[in-house]
Every structure is written in C-alpha cells, then in structure tokens.
C-alpha cells in the first residue's frame, strides 16, 4: 500500500495564479481532510469529505475548492492565490471505525509570492 | 468554543523521562489523540484514549482524565530521534459521522545528549 500520497511536493506561486494540490489515497477510506499548517503552529482544517460527492468547509475554507468524484481522490483547488496561502498542506485520511486515527500524506511546501 | 493547550517548548536529556501535557475545551468529547511530527515531516499517530486511564504502546503512554478535560503523553528512556513536534487532538461531539479532529499547537520536544 503507498497510503496517502501528495503531489507536488514543493510549488512556487507568483500572486493571482492557480493550482491544484492532488491527494490519493489507496485504503478505502471514507473520510478524507485537508489541512494547512503554518511554521510553528498546529494544523488548521480546509475541507474534509466523507465520501465519494460529499464535501464540506472546515476551519478555513476561504480562497479554495475541493471536489470528491471517487473514493481515492481529493484534490484542492487554489483560486487566485494569495501571500496569506502560503503553508504546508497536508492531505489525510481515516475509516469512519478508527477516525481518531488520520493517515498523513507528506504534505506540499507552496510558497506565493 | 474549543480549545487545547498545550505548552510551546520542552526539553529533557537523553534517557530521561519527559511529560507533555494538554488541555481541553470542547463541546461534547470522544476522545484524545496523540501525534508525532518529526521537522519536515508528516504528522504519524502515536495514540488514543477514550476513557479515563493509561495506554501505554513501548516508551510512549497516553493518559486521560475526562472530569478534568486534561490529558497527558509519556515519553520514557528519551532518545535522540524522540526529538519532534508532538500534538494532541479531540474527537468533539460534532465529529461522530466526520471524524473530524482539533489539533493544538503543537509542543516542541528538544532531546539534549
């Protein structure tokens, strides 16, 4: 199993651009997260999904997108990038059993500039 | 509203034993979670503790007290590699079909020789 994988790893943006953060996952999990993580700091919800078309705003939804049309994927869409965006993205995934339990995918570094 | 604290910074030495406290203000609880991240790294699950008590998984345990909203991770015989980013995390009552986590801050954990 490769788990929860993430591409790119790192990404340079120039302001006003966009992109999609692609995230898979090979476990058959239902639930599915994204979540940023700022230098320092604990790491904040974007969106999550609990299943194939269902989507839902986390802590900070504001400036991005998620679509779920299978199980394995969830991408993240970046519109109009913004200074403010730039963090650490991680993508994570757990069974609706063990939810306590999230598996981590290793994360996209994206710098706006 | 929901809260964890947790402290910023801990150092011990090598084969020491060292505590990591957290706590919590949620609405509704499920459980505490345990996450270890190393620098550049992903966050990996370390553990879990939905009642009151230990669990204990080789050098690591994790204690609970639900009455107190408090909780705590051991970290016995202290190794070099121990050195990371350890946070803890809710299950709040909000979470029971998403599976949704609180992250605090994250508590950076200093390993001296």
């Known amino acids: 199993n490769a788990g929860v994988t993430q591409t790119p790893k790192f990404r340079i943006l120039k302001i006003g651009q966009s992109m999609t953060l692609q995230c898979a996952q090979d476990?058959?999990?239902?639930?599915m997260y994204w979540y940023r993580q700022d230098p320092g700091m604990g790491l904040k919800l974007i969106y999550y999904?609990?299943?194939?078309?269902?989507?839902d705003k986390g802590e900070v939804p504001n400036g991005y997108n998620v679509s779920r049309s299978t199980t394995e994927d969830f991408p993240l869409r970046l519109e109009l990038a913004a200074p403010s965006q730039t963090s650490v993205y991680f993508c994570?995934?757990?069974?609706?059993?063990?939810?306590?339990?999230?598996?981590f995918g290793p994360g996209t570094r994206l710098t706006v500039t | 509203g929901q809260s964890l604290e947790q402290p910023s910074e801990v150092t011990a030495v090598e084969g020491a034993i060292v505590q990591i406290n957290c706590t919590y203000q949620?609405?509704?609880?499920?459980?505490l979670s345990w996450y270890q991240q190393h620098d550049g790294g992903a966050p990996t699950f370390l553990s879990y503790?939905?009642?009151?008590g230990l669990e204990e998984t080789g050098r690591f345990s994790s204690f609970l007290s639900r009455s107190d909203s408090y909780g705590y991770l051991l970290l016995q015989e202290l190794q070099m590699k121990d050195s990371a980013s350890y946070f803890c995390?809710?299950?709040?009552?909000?979470?029971?079909?998403?599976?949704?986590?609180?992250f605090g801050q994250g508590t950076t954990l200093q390993v001296k020789p």
């Open positions: 995390a809710v299950r709040d009552a909000g979470s029971s079909n998403t599976g949704k986590l609180i």
């Open positions: 476990m058959n999990h239902n639930y």
């Open positions: 949620t609405s509704g609880f499920y459980g």
């Open positions: 503790n939905a009642l009151d």
């Open positions: 999904s609990v299943g194939a078309g269902i989507t």
């Open positions: 994570a995934s757990t069974s609706g059993r063990m939810a306590y339990e999230q598996y």
